[in-house]
């Protein structure tokens, strides 16, 4: 296992460094730039402060000045906001979008799981009809439609809950985290449940299953010590991309109720041309994702003996 881990991230350095490298060059060949503003400024001034920020540079020696501070762990400072850094603004935002991803994926994998092994037990019966089909409309309602449904629904109309943003003195407190968490993790809940379904209907069916069930085991215990473990390797599989989307951050759910989160900040930055934010989320979204499948790969082999560590 120490092997294959240390082969992984060995294989991971020279990916990160490919997405960094498009995402630099790509953010320089777009039109604009961080100091056009709508009301002009003189030239004077404006090559002051590309010359500050380095900017007045080649693009390869920005490039290699860039490498040369993520080297020393410096993501660099904002083009827009002058006194913060990109580690700053990070640091900010990083988890406000962890909580609710985190919160969101963990409601997911728990009610995903137990709605699709019950339409599985269930299968082309009302349970499994009714499970499917809402499923499937949690797949096809995306959620800029369905967060401003809810936030109007149990918001504005009944009051039940406050429709967006931080509480000014508390922060992120549970009744402002439910209307965000639940309308992120409802396309992933339908996701996990046709998994799960498809899954747990392949693994049932399956000759060990058959032969636990000779052997006069109960149901219960048939499917707790067999056909689960098996049933949710696809759900691990997928877990590993979908975890770091989620931890980094949905910009429309971010957007929708107004949480000043990283995703948010990875927009604006971008419409404002602020490379280093944009730069910084990037790297940041990268490394999760090398890292969190790094860690459902090796949750797979854990659960599937048959997988070696090649």
């Known amino acids: 296992m120490l092997g294959f881990t240390l082969r992984r991230i060995l294989i991971s350095v020279p990916t990160i460094l490919v997405i960094i490298t ?15 503003l ?19 540079q080649p693009v390869w020696k920005q490039y290699l000045d860039y490498l ?27 988890p406000i979008s962890a909580t609710v991803g985190l919160l969101a994926i963990s409601l997911a994998l728990v009610v995903g799981t137990i709605l699709g092994s019950a ?3 269930r299968q082309n019966g009302a349970t499994d009809y009714a ?92 499917l707790s010590r067999h056909a689960f473990k098996s049933a949710i390797l696809p759900i691990v599989s997928y877990l590993g991309p979908a975890a770091a ?8 759910i971010e957007q929708v109720f107004q949480l000043p989160g990283i995703g948010r900040q990875f927009v604006q930055a971008a419409l404002q041309r602020d490379y280093t934010v944009v730069m910084g989320v990037v790297i940041l979204y990268a490394s999760l994702i090398v890292i969190l499948n790094l860690v459902a790969d090796l949750l797979y082999a854990s659960l599937n003996p048959k997988v070696k560590y090649d």
């Not at 404006?46 to 007045?56: I, T, V």
């Not at 402002?176 to 993790?185: G, K, S």
């Open 131 to 222: 499970v499917m089909g809402i499923a499937t409309v949690g797949i096809v309602i995306p959620p800029f439609v369905m967060g401003p449904i809810l936030a109007l629904v149990f918001g504005l109309y009944f009051g039940l809950l406050p429709s967006g943003g931080l509480d000014p003195l508390r922060g992120m407190t549970p009744d402002r985290l439910v209307l965000p968490v639940v309308t992120l993790a409802l396309p992933q809940i339908a996701i996990i449940t046709r998994l799960m379904r498809a899954s747990m209907i392949e693994v049932i069916r399956s000759n060990y299953i058959r032969t636990a069930r000779a052997k006069g085991l109960s149901a219960r215990a048939v």
């Open 38 to 56: 709508e009301r002009p400024m003189s030239e004077e001034i404006r090559q002051n402060l590309l010359a500050a920020y380095g900017m007045d």
């Open 22 to 36: 498009l995402a630099f060059f790509m953010m320089r060949v777009a039109p604009g730039g961080p100091f056009d």
């Open 119 to 121: 339409a599985a037990l």
């Open 68 to 94: 040369g501070g993520l080297a020393r762990f410096d993501l660099g400072p904002s083009l827009k906001f002058r006194d913060k850094s990109v580690a700053s603004l990070i640091a900010e935002g990083f």
């Open 245 to 252: 989307a989620l931890l980094t951050g949905s910009i429309v």
